[in-house]
């Protein structure tokens, strides 16, 4: 998953190329202000797209984002946010997935695009 999204305290629910779910406390990821940092959102939707593209690059293959865009919907200053993460495209070179973020109540507090190219890892056959 990563060091930052350990830090931040993602937890993966699920995962697969064409859905993955993951939770992340809003306490300890707040800005000055006392409410979830836009770059937060920001980081929970990118891990997930850049999961879900990796799971479907498969074995000796690496996803790399070229495109992101969030828009922010509503603010929140307690409690747990989900990121839901859907696949839009699924291609031999391109990925799109679209992640929303919600809060407990089901409530949509940003909407997240991602665009991964995918390659061959280095040094893979």
């Known amino acids: 998953m990563g ?14 190329a064409e859905r993955a779910v993951a939770t992340m406390p809003v306490e300890g990821n707040r800005q000055p202000v006392g409410i979830l ?13 850049s999961m879900a593209a990796s799971v479907h690059a498969g074995p000796g293959r690496i996803a790399m984002g070229i495109e992101l865009n969030a828009s922010h ?12 993460c ?12 679209e992640i929303v973020l919600t809060d407990e109540q089901g409530r ?18």
């Open 3 to 16: 060091e930052l999204a350990e830090k931040m305290g993602f937890e993966v629910l699920e995962l697969s």
């Open 37 to 49: 940092h836009g770059g937060a959102h920001v980081v929970l939707a990118e891990s997930l797209g």
């Open 73 to 84: 919907s509503r603010s929140i200053a307690s409690g747990v946010v989900t990121g839901t």
């Open 86 to 97: 859907t696949a839009i495209h699924l291609g031999r070179t391109l990925t799109t997935h």
């Open 108 to 125: 949509r507090l940003s909407t997240v695009r991602i665009t991964n190219i995918l390659r061959d890892a280095p040094g893979a056959p």
